[in-house]
Each structure stands twice: as structure tokens, then as C-alpha cells.
């Protein structure tokens, strides 16, 4: 599945594609996970301007290139694309006449300023993913997400105080909205399981949790409310720095996770644990051992990473 650091990488790749014009839109299997609009086509003549991403949507604003006194002056000056890659969507940027292939749902044309025209392919074969106008979805999907993992608001006085629903004596207002309309009880379900909910903060998925936690040498199961202010402080730093390195590497590409230029990704190639069950730790010899937390694979050292 394509997390954060793929989102990102992604959202880097349509640069080339900022104030290119979109001439021909074309659906071929409109059934995603919710069905995308029949009237794409109102794109034509409209230019990408930017690529913004938030959580692991993808959001395209664009603006008109029409005229006010031509006929289509009622045209809304600006539009925005709300992207979600699913399980296994991606964006791909190839040739002007590009055949379409068995998993491409959607093709646009862009045509830059020296008419010059190139195609970018959404390619998804599980079509969990989504591709739905902003003014729909935005506000559905998007505001009770949490913070950014790489943002200032993600710190260890938020993630603490989250955790043990006590205000922050920094009053942290991201804290106090957080805890504003949640039970009084501390978190105790596994810190992995708290860090992956997108209620708490974006973006960390099975692959960066899994590897933060063990660079952090915290046990994967360990109640949440256990972990002191300096563990958390721990976590924190090593989840942006996972994050960071994921993004400068284009993400993890385990299977078939493409980015809009065709690149794929290597962070896969330094995993610690991710993935790695039944092999020993690079730190300290022990055999990883894998234990399941909400389904979810969760591959760990015994002595690195100690159950307390």
C-alpha cells in the first residue's frame, strides 16, 4: 500500500507537470472505491497549478484558462482533484499514446506551453483507491485527520498528553482539541496501534511504525500509556527521521508501487526488521520475532525491543 512517503514522493514527481494544460480526459472503469464523477471532463482547459498532499490524498488544484466574456464564463475559476492511491494506485506520467493497459482507470492529457503533449495514467488493480472532486469529499475525509508526522505539531508533548489525556503544560492547543471530546482514561492499546491511527497522526504506516518503534527500542505490543515522556520524545524523533529518509529514498516499492515518472523507490533496501521474521537482528544477533496487532504484521527484536 502506498503510505506517506510514497504519497509524497508521488506529489514530487507531477512537478513537471505545474502549468500544463489538461486537453483530453478519458474513464475507462469509473468504479473505484466510490465511483468518480461522470463530469472529469470540465477539466479540459483548466492548468494544474499545484500538488498538495495531506494525510495520503493527493489534492490537484487547478485553474481556468477561459476567457470571462467567452461562453463558458460560468465555468468555476478554480478546481480541485482529491487523489487517494488505495491499496495499489499510482500515478504514472508516460508517452503521448500510450496504449492503455488492463489497470488504467483514468488518462489525461496535458499539453505544455510548446505543444507538446504527455499522458498521466491512473493505474490501480485492487481499485481501492479514489479520484473524486474536493468540493464532494474534502471536508468528509480530511477534518478529523491528525496532525502531520513531519509537521511542528507533531511533537512528544502532543503524542504524550494524547496518550495519557491530560492537558499539556505547554498548551499545546493541538493537544487540547484532541482531547477535547475523548474519554478522560489514558490509551491503553498498543503504542503501534496508536501511532498507525489517523486520528492521531497521519501517514505512519505498518512499514514506518515497525521500524520507528525498533529504533526506538519499544516493543511493538507495549501499552501505550506505559511509555514515559522520554520515550515518547524517542519515538517521536524517530518516526520523522524514518519519515525523512523514506521520502529522500522514493518510498518503499515491495511490490508493484511506481511514482508518476516511472521510478520506484528504496528505502525497502534499509529495513531493520520490516519484513524480516525469522532472521537476525542487525544490532544484536537475536532472531526477529513476529507478533499481530490488529491483523497487522509486526516484526520485533525480544532483546532490543523488550516487553516491560
Not at 238 to 257: E, N, W, Y
Request: glycine share 6%; hydrophobic share 35%; with cysteine.
Amino acid at each position: 500500500m502506498p503510505e506517506l512517503p510514497e504519497v509524497e514522493t508521488t506529489k514530487t514527481s507531477l512537478t513537471p507537470l505545474l502549468g500544463q494544460k489538461i486537453t483530453d480526459i478519458k474513464i475507462f472503469q469509473p468504479k473505484l472505491r466510490w465511483v468518480m464523477p461522470d463530469d472529469l471532463d470540465a477539466l479540459v482547459d483548466y492548468v494544474l497549478d499545484s500538488v498538495e498532499r495531506r494525510a495520503k490524498y493527493l489534492i490537484l488544484n487547478f485553474s481556468s484558462t477561459v476567457s470571462n466574456i467567452t461562453p463558458q464564463a460560468d465555468r468555476p475559476k478554480t478546481r480541485q482533484l482529491l487523489i487517494h492511491l488505495g491499496m495499489s494506485g499510482s500515478l504514472q506520467q508516460l508517452s503521448y499514446g500510450t496504449d492503455k493497459r488492463k489497470h488504467d482507470h483514468l488518462v489525461i492529457e496535458f499539453t505544455n506551453t510548446n505543444n507538446e503533449r504527455s499522458q498521466l495514467h491512473y493505474y490501480d488493480p485492487r481499485r481501492f483507491g479514489s479520484v473524486l472532486w474536493y468540493q464532494d469529499y474534502g471536508s468528509k475525509l480530511l477534518d478529523h485527520l491528525g496532525p502531520e508526522p513531519l509537521s511542528d505539531a507533531f511533537t512528544a508533548d502532543y503524542l504524550y498528553h494524547f496518550i495519557q489525556r491530560t492537558k499539556s503544560t505547554e498548551k499545546n492547543k493541538a493537544v487540547e482539541t484532541a482531547i477535547s471530546n475523548k474519554p478522560s482514561r489514558p490509551i491503553t492499546r498498543p503504542i503501534k496501534s496508536v501511532i498507525m491511527e489517523q486520528q492521531v497522526v497521519v501517514g505512519v504506516g505498518n512499514i514506518y511504525a515497525t521500524e520507528s518503534l525498533y529504533l526506538s527500542g519499544i516493543h511493538p505490543a507495549t501499552p501505550a500509556h506505559h511509555l514515559s515522556y522520554d520515550q515518547i520524545t524517542t519515538l517521536v524523533g524517530h518516526i520523522k527521521v524514518i519519515l525523512q529518509k523514506a521520502i529522500k529514498l522514493g518510498g518503499s516499492t515491495l511490490r508493484d508501487f511506481t511514482v508518476a515518472d516511472g521510478q520506484t523507490g528504496y528505502f525497502q533496501q534499509t529495513l531493520n526488521v520490516y519484513g524480516r521474521q525469522g532472521e537476525a537482528c542487525l544490532h544484536c544477533q537475536t532472531i526477529l520475532e513476529n507478533v499481530k496487532l490488529n491483523g497487522r504484521a509486526s516484526v520485533y527484536c525480544s532483546l532490543c525491543q523488550p516487553l516491560i
